[in-house]
């Protein structure tokens, strides 16, 4: 997931390898370009949008999907909640080292490296715990992510997930982990066999193994130092097991969240400085109170969800999933993400014009 805030550049070159060669194209950030898609492939979108609490326009919001990297909301939610109890002290100091038993940079695009070098952390570092959050939100390390899953507790966090009053939402589990299901399980296999059973396995079976996985890397006892076979075959089936859960679901949840007045103050203390990192940006501070957001991508799906306080008070709360998307689909959309999210928190005559074309979906 790329780090984006709500400002961002105008123009981006796109380089695609396309087997026989390198193709260069410009993708200049289009809002309608979202708009456009949504228009022309109503069963590959889901998405939830309110204004101060009211549901302006829903298509699909039932669907479960896939939330890959925007699940980690919940990671932080907990992670906030036991900071908030004392049960553990967001100054601790922590190795760096602790963090790269989980990762494996070809399976993140660079983000863990990214966090790393902004803080000029080197392998021999200490980190806060705090960083160590933050740096799963705001530059959407897994590696990170992993950590805390282990330090926080599976059972807790899918815990709280039911105390959030979620009703339709999938178990999380260790997602780095998952990655080696296939070559932990069916070694011998051909891809196209070792897809056939890992669709096969059950949710209790598919969970089992990626904790399984998890004490083998915690331990340093997992023989594996990279992955074998993660083509984009695998990488499907591995996006399509992800912890899903609704557009209306994360909707709700950011409601929530953007009201301040359900989650108790102590949580938000610990919650806010990590989820609102778009507040960073002072042309941001200039038109909003308050912003949080997380978003999920892999090869074939983008997700995000989003709320948004403005300083007229308006209260704008927003989730949705693109998916079953083919690589090119993948970068371009991602690239007008932001400028559709602009258009949805600044101008009402777009928020209008999404309620007439999810309207004219249902």
């Not at 400028?339 to 600044?346: D, H, K, T, V």
Request: glycine share 4%; proline share 3%.
């Amino acid at each position: 997931m790329l780090k984006k805030t709500l400002i961002i550049g105008s123009a981006i070159i796109l380089i695609l390898s396309a087997g026989f060669g390198v193709a260069f194209f410009m993708v200049k950030p289009d809002k309608e370009r979202i708009v456009d898609f949504i228009r022309g492939n109503p069963d590959r979108i889901s998405i939830s949008l309110s204004q101060n609490e009211k549901v302006l326009a829903e298509h699909n919001e039932i669907k479960m999907l896939p939330l890959a990297s925007t699940v980690k909301i919940i990671i932080a939610i907990e992670y906030a909640y036991q900071a908030a109890e004392g049960k553990l002290n967001p100054d601790q100091k922590l190795s760096v080292s602790d963090l790269k038993k989980y990762h494996y940079p070809a399976t993140d695009g660079g983000a863990h490296r990214a966090w790393l070098n902004n803080l000029e952390l080197e392998k021999d570092s200490s980190v806060s715990l705090w960083e160590i959050a933050k740096g799963m939100i705001n530059y959407s390390s897994n590696a990170n992510t992993e950590y805390l899953i282990d330090l926080l507790g599976l059972e807790n966090i899918n815990s709280r997930i039911k105390l959030l009053g979620i009703e339709k939402h999938d178990s999380i589990y260790y997602l780095v982990s998952s990655l080696f299901i296939r070559d932990y399980l069916f070694p011998e296999k051909s891809t196209i066999e070792a897809i056939e059973s890992i669709r096969d396995l059950s949710d209790g079976e598919y969970r089992k193994a990626s904790t399984q996985i998890h004490k083998k890397l915690k331990n340093g006892t997992f023989e594996n130092d990279s992955l074998n076979d993660f083509g984009l075959a695998v990488q499907k089936v591995w996006s399509d097991r992800l912890p899903a859960s609704t557009a209306k679901e994360y909707r709700k949840l950011m409601e929530k969240l953007n009201t301040k007045s359900v989650l108790p103050k102590e949580v938000h203390q610990h919650l806010d400085p990590i989820l609102e990192f778009v507040m960073e940006n002072p042309l941001n501070q200039e038109w909003l109170k308050h912003s949080g957001s997380k978003g999920g991508s892999t090869a074939s799906l983008l997700t995000k969800a989003l709320y948004a306080t403005d300083k007229e008070g308006n209260r704008i709360n927003l989730s949705y999933c693109l998916s079953d998307l083919s690589a090119l689909e993948t970068v371009q959309l991602q690239m007008s993400m932001n400028a559709f999210e602009l258009a949805i928190l600044q101008e009402e005559e777009f928020r209008m014009q999404m309620r007439e074309v999810l309207n004219a979906l249902n």
